[in-house]
């Protein structure tokens, strides 16, 4: 597809192409608007090796569902990709909203009637050796996303307080073979932990030194005891951060959850 030039006054500019970002630009396209979607190449979903849950696409690799999509997208004239990064965006026009003008790495410039941000949001991982490196394949932040695939075998809840203790209670659905590991005080009431009991789901507060791994495996989570607790797999609730500071250059409301 062919990019709009710079003088072009588009209807909607689309930051972002996963999912949202595509599908946005399908109806958007069915609409009979003029669409620029600009795609800087990194999806979230980049390190795992399915996408699970999807109707019609379940176990598809990311970038293949990406692929189909943009496929779809070809018999949209209307419908023009750009790839780059977007580090600017700004109002332009006498009211706000009125028109917007982006800016990209390479420095070219488009304006549009509206802008939709579809830039979704990054993980901040726990500090601990090995969390980063199993992200997407040993290391899961969603039990209807993944829990299938480890379905019945040893797991681990990274976590503490209510955040851990939901978890926990999510994952007996899977698994029956479960530990909570808190990395420190679960701060969690008497009632919580006779919970877990009640669940069969051991509670291991020391301090964590690393995930351990073998061939891209996880194979156990070491402790700073030098014990380490054979596990499949652990499930954490990363903190989420937008992966793009448009909204915050927009002047958008940004919740503690890194939501707008």
Known sequence: MNTYTSSSLLDVIIVGAGPTGLSAALLLGRSRKQVLVIDSGQPRNAVSHAANGFFSRDGI???????????QLHKYKNVRFQTGKVIDAKPLGTEKGDRFQITLDSGEQFTTRKLLLATGVTDKLPAIAGFAELWGTGVFHCPYCHGWEVQDQPLAIYGKGATGFEMAQHLTGWSRDLILCSNGNAELSEDQRNQLSMWGVELRE????RLEQENGALTGIALTTGEVIPQHGIFVQPQPHQHSELAKQLGCNLADSGAV
């Not at 020391?206 to 030194?209: F, N, V």
């Open 61 to 71: 690799a990311p970038s293949e569902l990406l692929q189909i999509g943009r496929e």
């Open 206 to 209: 020391e301090k964590i030194a």
